[in-house]
């Protein structure tokens, strides 16, 4: 019922952009925290960037100078928008209900990922 759809992704070259999108519930995204995930192939997945339910952003590492999580609560949609794309964030992306921040368990209603590919 709340699985949730990411959209968005491609094969792209270094130093692209790509705006993936993440459709949600009106009903839990006025009641949680939501957040963005990605997972490499043959690593675990990881934090990307989490948002509040009231827009208070917190992004992995080094990432904040890149990606921008951002939402549209007119729209229900959840975003992450990734500047100057490296071949290591080359990932599937999931987004989840939860969490804004790194240690924190989501609730676990991503869905397929979307791909994002980089390469030259």
């Known amino acids: 019922q709340g699985q949730l759809a990411e959209s968005g992704g491609g094969l792209v070259q270094p130093g692209e952009s790509l705006r993936l999108s993440c459709p949600a519930s009106a009903r839990l995204l006025r009641a949680y925290d939501m957040a963005w995930y990605r997972q490499a192939q043959g690593k675990q997945r990881e934090f990307v960037a989490g948002i509040n339910t009231v827009g208070r952003t917190n992004y992995a590492g080094s990432l904040k100078d890149r990606f921008t999580i951002s939402r549209d609560n007119a729209n229900y949609t959840v975003y992450l928008q990734i500047n100057s794309l490296k071949p290591e964030d080359a990932a599937v992306y999931f987004c989840?209900?939860?969490?804004?921040?790194?240690?924190?368990?989501?609730?676990?209603?991503w869905g397929q990922g979307t791909q994002v590919t980089v390469s030259s």
């Open positions: 989840d209900y939860g969490c804004s921040v790194t240690k924190c368990r989501p609730i676990g209603y």
